[in-house]
């Protein structure tokens, strides 16, 4: 097992190259540079000579392989730059919005997964009822909704007329800060997770085995939780991985929208501000928590599915 | 001499499969199957063999259903009993094993729990106790080293040794019928004999009804003492194997057995065809019942038991 | 039953969008830039102003209107690209296979990984906003699914012989791709491109909300959301409707997406009923 986790964790590698590669190439050819920008913005930055100092502190002067190279060896001992605007090291400036982040895209997985994969099973057991009808248009209607304008219903409604719930905001350990955004983060993954889950299931009560089971005389509802679930749980499981990864990408316009102190934002007001270093960070963190998630999937399916070899 | 006869375990009476009342599949099929006797069907595939043989496990599906006639069951009336108590007899009164063993067993649970399952339901067992049946089950099927096949998973298994295991968990709590629906189609031919030699001498030794549902005029010949032929939807003819294979009556049994391919049949050199059944059978001799049709109890268009 | 439904639901929407992005000039009563009037600022639905007025007293009905052009230029062109890049690399890389194909296969599991909003708001930040810079941003950054089913429907073609069999009768490679391969693809590939556009309009919505798409004051459904988020308590509906229209037509090609989907794929039919 631990030598299958190893391989897995050496295959993320190439991966995580590449990315670093186009972000940087990207933010290479950037027409206006960190310093042109803050020139822009009426800075007194205005002669020459300070304006070649900058670039010379940031290292901007060097030849884009070497900055490369430098950025590289940096990551490869946890350092991920230097932030142009608080001169910060960029780590830090991440790490305390990792939590957020992390805690956000969980309560909208948790919310996703509870209520969507309950409707998909019982849509499935009743296809073509009414129910199952209706289960279908949420989700399609789910998957068509604008999150962050969902977002803005929820807090018109709940937080700015019933005021029940805070309208934007974090408060460490605070449970209803976090409920609007995962709502509003929640009801795409939960759609597809709906979706998903009653295709699963109509694949799996159409399966030879549960024909034998019915054969060997196990009750419905026992053959739903013993034969059934299980083997809906393995193809729902790669649905629930890939949207948990992309969770936090997709978070970016409800942190935005609700202030939540999260990697999101801080993408959102990094390229704002054009801190190059900050947006590269940001960028690898999210894609690093996707790879991971993915990683924590395989591992997973290991577990569950004996058909998988493992060692 | 009908007299003598035992009740049979199951008695079929103008049984009509179809979708909904319009396109009918079966129609009017009627045959008995007694105690300890191994009944073979016979016929083309898409002849309703098999829809016959899922329409007594009650396990048709939808759209199929049945729309007419008897279905009884040591005593049951198959088409009136609950689909409760239906339930309750499949698996311990009635099984089934089915042509893809590939995927008829669930392929996340170890075999023995499988097995096992059929102990919990129809015995009240627990888990450690039915597993240990299992492994028992396992040994019966001549499986080699069953404590630690029990262990295993479908996947880990030949096609011959999964059919091994169904057959073991359908004969688990010895059942009065088994229905086994081209047992052997699927498996390679050198397991093939091994597996219906397994269902012959257990079945015999239990003294357990079969109906054997094949395609296959070999392994009808060796495994049955009656056999009835479907086309159509219809059983057109049904006679002891031996006079069936020495006196076909009817035209469409007379063009399946000499459909077979035989040894040596070909003339060396010239080039072998095998004969489309449609070119040996006149279509107005299709689907339709010899009047000699009796059944061991004589003639067959009341109810029996 | 259902199918058609999808069907015919979808295209309706669509159709009805499009209708109003194309006539936007003759059926909008008001200019959605120029006719700005304080005096008339957040007022409610009815009257003159059909869906009321935003803060700056332009008419929410005919900024609507016209928002409605960008997200459908915005969606259709970048989709168009994407399919485009999409069928390209996967049918040259399952027909060519080798070093090509590996490449292409990494860069897709890369693609995969950065989130394709991340990612077009990354290109956002260089290119700067504007309408030809979200065109570049979402169209390069959503390709990888149409690659893969491009890629793995040739290689299942290839399998199936003729390809070798047109190759032996001297057709170029060029041709071969073309003639062979790629009409048989169209179909999976049209239904995730339909299905693409309405991602794409969300996305466009995304940034344009997030202050970085199309800028103010040009009309268009984020940023007028983006606007109306200021004044949500005073003028709801200023938030309410620019958002039903992304909503209504997201919800038009997703519709179409899967009614395609369930046309062209008989298994999913049968699945289905």
């Known amino acids: ?311 | 001499m009908n007299d003598i006869l035992p009740d049979p375990v199951l008695s079929v009476r103008d049984l009509q499969i179809g979708i909904g009342n319009k396109l009918k599949i079966v129609h009017g099929v009627s045959f008995d199957i007694l105690p300890g006797e191994t009944y073979g069907l016979v016929g083309e595939s898409g002849s309703g063999k098999s829809v016959t043989g899922l329409s007594i496990m009650g396990l048709l599906k939808r759209p199929l259903n049945v729309t007419g006639g008897a279905l009884h069951f040591l005593g049951h009336d198959l088409r009136r009993i609950r689909p409760r108590d239906h339930r309750r007899l499949r698996g311990d009164r009635m099984a089934m094993v089915f042509q893809e063993p590939m995927t008829a067993l669930n392929p996340l649970a170890p075999i023995g729990r499988q097995i096992a399952e059929m102990f919990v339901i129809h015995r009240g067992m627990d888990w450690s106790e039915a597993k240990a049946k299992a492994v028992e089950a396992l040994e019966s099927v001549r499986v080699p080293s069953p404590e630690e096949r029990a262990r295993a998973y479908p996947h880990q298994l030949s096609g011959g040794m999964r059919q091994r295991v169904m057959v073991a968990m359908a004969l688990a709590c010895r059942p009065d019928l088994l229905i086994a629906d081209e047992p052997t189609t699927a498996l390679d031919v050198t397991v093939q004999a091994g597996v219906l030699e397994l269902i012959a001498d257990l079945c015999t030794a239990e003294g357990t009804a079969v109906l054997l549902i094949s395609h296959d005029l070999g392994v009808i010949a060796n495994m049955c003492q009656r056999v009835g032929v479907m086309d159509r939807g219809r059983l057109v003819e049904e006679q002891d194997t031996k006079a069936l294979f020495e006196n076909p009556m009817h035209p469409y049994t007379r063009g399946l057995l000499a459909a077979r391919p035989r040894l040596g049949s070909r003339v060396p050199g010239e080039r072998g065809r095998l004969i489309e059944l449609e070119q040996m059978v006149a279509d107005e001799d299709r689907g339709h019942d010899v009047p000699t049709l009796v059944t061991p109890r004589g003639p067959r268009k009341e109810v029996t038991a | 039953m259902q199918l058609r439904f999808n069907l015919t639901l979808g295209a309706a929407l669509v159709i009805a969008v499009l209708l109003g992005a194309l006539t936007a000039g003759w059926i909008a009563p008001f200019d959605p830039v120029m006719d700005a009037d304080l005096m008339s600022s957040e007022l409610p639905p009815g009257g003159e102003y059909l869906l009321g007025t935003d803060g700056q007293g332009r008419d929410i009905w005919s900024r609507i209107l016209y928002g409605a052009r960008v997200s459908l230029a915005v969606g259709v062109i970048s989709q168009i690209i994407n399919s485009c890049i999409g069928t390209a690399l996967g049918i040259s890389a399952g027909y060519f296979g080798g070093w090509w194909d590996d490449l292409v296969n990494g860069l897709t599991n890369v693609m995969l990984a950065i989130p394709s909003l991340v990612f077009a708001l990354a290109i956002m930040a260089v290119l700067g906003p504007g309408l030809a810079s979200l065109l570049i941003a979402l169209g390069l950054t959503n390709w990888s699914w149409t690659c893969r089913i491009a890629r793995s429907s040739t290689l299942s073609l290839k399998s199936q012989g003729f390809v070798q069999a047109a190759k032996t009768a001297g057709f170029s490679d060029l041709n071969i791709m073309r003639t062979q391969i790629l009409p048989n693809i169209l179909g999976p590939v049209l239904v995730i491109g339909t299905l693409g556009i309405g991602t794409a309009i969300l996305a466009e919505a995304a940034l344009s909300f997030l202050g970085i798409g199309i800028k103010p004051p040009q009309p268009s459904w984020g940023n007028m959301l983006s606007d109306a988020r200021e004044l949500i308590r005073a003028a709801p509906w200023a938030a309410i409707f620019p958002g039903l229209a992304i909503f209504v037509t997201v919800l038009g090609f997703n519709l179409l997406g899967d009614g395609l989907r369930d046309r062209l794929d008989p298994h999913m039919r049968t699945r289905k009923a």
């Open chain 1, 1 to 311: 097992m631990s030598r299958f986790i190893l391989r897995r964790v050496l295959q993320m590698i190439p991966t995580i190259l590449a990315v670093v590669l186009i972000i940087f190439v990207i933010f290479s050819v950037v027409p206006g540079s960190f310093v042109s920008s803050l020139l822009a913005e009426g800075r007194n930055v205005t002669n020459a000579q300070v304006v070649s100092h900058l670039n010379e502190q940031f290292g901007l002067d060097q030849p884009l392989p070497v900055r490369l190279w430098d950025y590289l060896s940096g990551l490869v001992q946890g350092d991920l730059g230097t932030s142009y605007r608080t001169r910060e090291p960029v780590w830090q400036t991440i790490a305390p919005r990792l939590w957020p982040s992390i805690k956000l895209a969980l309560a909208a997985m948790v919310l996703a997964a509870g209520v969507g994969i309950p409707l998909g099973f019982l849509a499935a057991l009743k296809p073509g009822s009414v129910f199952d009808s209706a289960t279908m248009v949420v989700a399609v209607s789910g998957l068509s909704l604008p999150e962050f304008w969902f977002g803005l219903l929820l807090m018109y409604a709940f937080a700015l007329q019933l005021g029940w719930l805070p309208s934007f905001g974090y408060q460490p350990g605070s449970i209803s800060h976090v409920i609007l955004p995962a709502i509003a983060l929640g009801v795409s993954p939960m759609a597809l997770l709906a979706r998903t889950t009653r295709s699963g299931v109509l694949d799996v009560m159409n399966a030879d085995f549960v024909r034998t089971g019915r054969a060997k005389g196990v009750s419905e509802p026992r053959l739903v939780r013993a034969h059934v679930a299980r083997n809906v749980l393995v193809l729902v499981l790669t649905t629930m991985g890939l949207q948990i990864g992309a969770l936090m990408g997709q978070a970016i316009v409800i942190e935005k929208l609700f202030s939540w102190p999260g990697i999101g934002s801080l993408l959102v007001d990094s390229v704002a501000t054009r801190d190059i270093p900050v947006v590269q960070g940001t960028v690898l963190v999210i894609v690093l928590w996707f790879l991971i998630i993915n990683m924590l999937v395989d591992i997973a399916y290991a577990v569950i599915d004996p058909r998988i070899k493992v060692g």
